[in-house]
């Protein structure tokens, strides 16, 4: 059973119940890869505060070398209250730049009429970029 585990430094993370952790809190994210599963862990104050397993092909597919995490395209609407109404393209992918630092792109694009009376056009570019860190210490889960 292979393994392999990259730590990136300092970035900002969404937790399970909908809050997020302040990019300055987070000591680092420990990836963790076995088999098809790739387990991702925040690191804040030495303590595992958030922990999450993402299945291949069902959480996630690989294109062309890059994890895309999404990719969705909307034509008339996202979804019940939405009051955007027209196409919408986001894409979401992680990977692996220059010296093995890993990578996050989320691209959000969409026209249309917000609350049918207003138009507009928009485009929303996040590019993150994490340091890889040469560790292996593992941490543990402390209550939140």
Known sequence: MSQKILQYGYSSIKLNDGNFIKHEKIKLIKVIVKNNIVTVQAIQNECIVYDKEYVYNQDFKLDNGVIVKKREFALLSR??????????????????????????KNDFVSAGLVFLLFPVVF???????????KTDKNYSKCIR
């Open 123 to 133: 485009a929303i570019k996040e590019n993150i970029r994490f340091k890889k860190l």
């Open 79 to 104: 979804g019940l209250g939405d009051v955007l109404v027209g196409p919408s393209y986001e894409e979401t992918i992680i990977g692996l730049g220059i010296e093995e630092d890993g990578v996050y």
